[in-house]
Nanobody, 125 residues
Framework: QVQLVESGGESVQAGGSLRLSCVVSGLSLDYSSIGWFRQVPGKERVGVSCFSRSDGTAVYAASVKGRFTMSRDKPNPTVYLQMNDLNAEDTAIYTC??????????????????WGQGTQVAVAS
């Protein structure tokens, strides 16, 4: 059974940093792509970052590139999203998702069958 559990979301001031965690079970990070997505109420879910290749190469949405970094700890299967220089537009529910392959279009949420429950990030300006 595949499970993804996020943590790390909280309220921060603009310019601050947060690190989100996604604990993955039921899948191997060697063969599965993990993505981070975010959603604001009333808007569509959008891709933030994802592993596009098995070597850990990540792709980022233009809005977060240079500020967010995705990493993984394969022995303790956890994926992280380090978020720096946060601004009010980063306020959203952040959710990690998994798919059992890699692809360069992994920012598309439609390709992910497994989802966590989400964690709230609120950035005060």
């Amino acid at each position: 059974q595949v499970q993804l559990v996020e943590s790390g979301g909280e309220s921060v001031q603009a310019g601050g940093s947060l690190r989100l965690s996604c604990v993955v079970s039921g899948l191997s990070l060697d063969y599965s792509s993990i993505g981070w997505f975010r959603q604001v109420p009333g808007k569509e879910r959008v891709g933030v970052s994802c592993f596009s290749r098995s070597d850990g190469t990540a792709v980022y949405a233009a809005s977060v590139k240079g500020r967010f970094t995705m990493s993984r700890d394969k022995p303790n299967p956890t994926v992280y999203l380090q978020m720096n220089d946060l601004n009010a537009e980063d306020t959203a529910i952040y959710t990690c998702a998994a798919q059992e392959h890699f692809n360069t279009h992994c920012l598309n949420p439609d390709s992910f069958p497994f989802w966590g429950q989400g964690t709230q990030v609120a950035v005060a300006s």
